[in-house]
T-cell receptor
Framework: SQQGEEDPQALSIQEGENATMNCSYKTSINNLQWYRQNSGRGLVHLILIRSNEREKHSGRLRVTLDTSKKSSSLLITASRAADTASYFC??????????FGAGTTVTVRA | NAGVTQTPKFRVLKTGQSMTLLCAQDMNHEYMYWYRQDPGMGLRLIHYSVGEGTTAKGEVPDGYNVSRLKKQNFLLGLESAAPSQTSVYFCASNKGTDGQETQYFGPGTRLLVL
């Protein structure tokens, strides 16, 4: 069974707007990672946040982690057409195996 | 560096046929993984390897076998393909050490079983 669940399943925004997506998981984790997948391509790692961290930034990406609620959020600020992709959260329970959610499909309209 | 490569990119099989998917990485990673991705379900782990000569089952191993004879290669075999194995298969690798948990993915193999 999949550990993470993303919400919403799909998101459509205007270029320049912010996009927020959420991930909930079920069991204790060592770290949580976010990946991006462009249509028909492999996954690309975006950011990793450890269980003892609450917030992390990378460029236009901001990730939060609330281990008490078993949830994480990914914020993409000032979105661009190139951000159109599917975004997946993946949890690592300290065994180097990732459990993926079903993903959020983001469409950025020009 | 080429990173993680997968062969073939696309394949059509008939039910009952066999095939082997090849994954190769040039990053000297210890851990390698095979996933399948089906519409609306994200990625599910089929098998993985924590080093040369080792393999272990993941979440959905039935109908697949794997081998890791060389550190850089991880093979996924389908002995008797079934339509339910129609999917996109991704290989990934990582160092398998603390602080190096990021996985690096190949471009995928699209498999259609008729």
């Amino acid at each position: 069974s999949q550990q993470g669940e993303e919400d919403p399943q799909a998101l459509s925004i205007q270029e320049g707007e912010n996009a927020t997506m959420n991930c909930s998981y079920k069991t204790s984790i060592n770290n949580l990672q976010w990946y991006r997948q462009n249509s028909g391509r492999g996954l690309v790692h975006l950011i990793l946040i450890r269980s003892n961290e609450r917030e992390k930034h990378s460029g236009r990406l901001r990730v939060t982690l609330d281990t008490s609620k078993k949830s994480s959020s990914l914020l993409i600020t000032a979105s661009r057409a190139a951000d159109t992709a599917s975004y997946f959260c993946a949890t690592d329970a300290n065994d180097y195996k990732l459990s993926f959610g079903a993903g959020t499909t983001v469409t950025v309209r020009a | 560096n080429a990173g993680v490569t997968q062969t073939p990119k696309f394949r059509v099989l008939k039910t009952g046929q066999s095939m082997t998917l090849l994954c190769a990485q040039d990053m000297n990673h210890e851990y390698m993984y095979w996933y399948r991705q089906d519409p609306g379900m994200g990625l599910r782990l089929i098998h993985y390897s924590v080093g040369e000569g080792t393999t272990a089952k993941g979440e959905v191993p039935d109908g697949y076998n794997v081998s890791r004879l060389k550190k850089q290669n991880f093979l996924l075999g389908l002995e008797s393909a079934a339509p339910s194995q129609t999917s996109v298969y991704f290989c990934a690798s990582n160092k398998g050490t603390d602080g190096q948990e990021t996985q690096y993915f190949g471009p995928g193999t699209r498999l259609l079983v008729l």
